[in-house]
């Protein structure tokens, strides 16, 4: 299948195609041993954003045990083309990455997200924002921290510009972008909602998964800006952004995708598993997951 072509496959296929499951650990290392600790494992490097509902929710087939590592897409992608890592299976948040920095032959859609902006109610900052008329005043009160994070490291932070960029027009406030840029509390993405826990950040732009999974309250953007929807695909596309090794990433509806590196039996039982069920275990954490997923893109190989 040629990438121009551009296959689809329904969920429900895959949900009949994937065997009996076992319940996934909460560390990192989840799945179910069998006799003498000989059951294969399979390695994912996945998306910091995908961390808590694959070593919480998601259920791996009977047999068959897994090891996930998160980290933000963008550095994903860089330990894998630079040969840092070398796992069976990379889950990341943009599947651009795939192109570049990274050159893999397919990969396949399996859910969507939103961009909302999280915030702290147990904080003054956050109850700032909570009652504010708009998000944007109260994101740029001076007394209202605001996390984020860093758009060389992750999707999810050049994300946040492109929303910036989109609301600094939405909005007609020419400076908003920069205004709110200004602030420097960036933190890696699988550390970001830690620091509401501390109480060191009032508000921050995250993933509504983010959100759901750590039980903040958040506010929702317009769709012109929270890049969820693909009848606002050709505007998300004016923003850009150019990592450290110059790929040029543009703005779209968010999309997760994966990819699978190695042929074992137990590499492709737990990756038709990771995005057939991907609705079952990324749902209830605020993903979103259509019934067009998984998508697949490239040369699917018959077998995939």
Not at 38 to 56: I, K, W
Not at 205 to 219: D, I, K, N, Q, T
Not at 281 to 295: A, D
């Amino acid at each position: 299948m040629s990438r121009d072509a551009r296959g689809a496959s329904s969920r429900r296929a895959f949900l009949a195609s994937v065997g009996g499951t076992a319940a996934a650990g909460l560390t990192a290392t989840a799945g179910c041993l069998g006799r003498g600790g000989s059951t294969p494992t399979v390695s994912v490097l996945a998306a910091g954003s995908l961390q808590r509902a694959l070593t919480t929710e998601f259920e791996a087939p009977e047999g068959t045990r897994f090891e996930v590592e998160a980290h933000g897409s963008a550095r994903v992608a860089r330990m894998v083309a630079d040969g840092q890592r070398d796992p069976d299976i990379v889950a990341l948040a943009d599947p651009t990455l795939f192109d570049a920095p990274l050159s893999v032959p397919w990969y396949a859609t399996f859910a969507n997200n939103a961009l909302v902006v999280a915030y702290n109610p147990q904080t003054d900052g956050g109850t700032r924002v909570a009652e504010a008329a708009s998000w944007p005043d109260a994101l740029l009160d001076d007394a209202v921290s605001l996390g984020r994070t860093d758009p060389d490291l992750d999707p999810l932070g050049y994300r946040t510009r492109f929303a910036l960029a989109l609301a600094a027009d939405y909005y007609d406030r020419p400076a908003l972008a920069d205004d709110l840029l200004r602030r420097d509390q960036i933190y890696p993405e699988t550390q970001l909602l830690a620091q509401f826990d501390a109480g060191g950040v009032d508000a921050a732009f995250v993933y509504r998964s983010m959100a759901v999974e750590r039980g903040y309250p958040s506010l929702e953007l317009p769709a012109a800006i929270d890049l969820s929807d693909p009848e606002h695909a050709s505007a998300y596309e004016t923003a850009s952004y150019t990592l450290p090794d110059g790929v040029t990433v543009r703005g779209g509806p968010i999309r997760y995708a994966a990819t699978r590196r190695t042929d074992t039996a137990a590499a492709k039982s737990v990756f038709e598993a990771l995005v057939g069920t991907a609705g079952d275990f990324l749902e209830p954490s605020g993903f979103t997951v259509r019934e067009s997923h998984p998508h697949y893109f490239g040369d699917v190989p018959p077998t995939a």
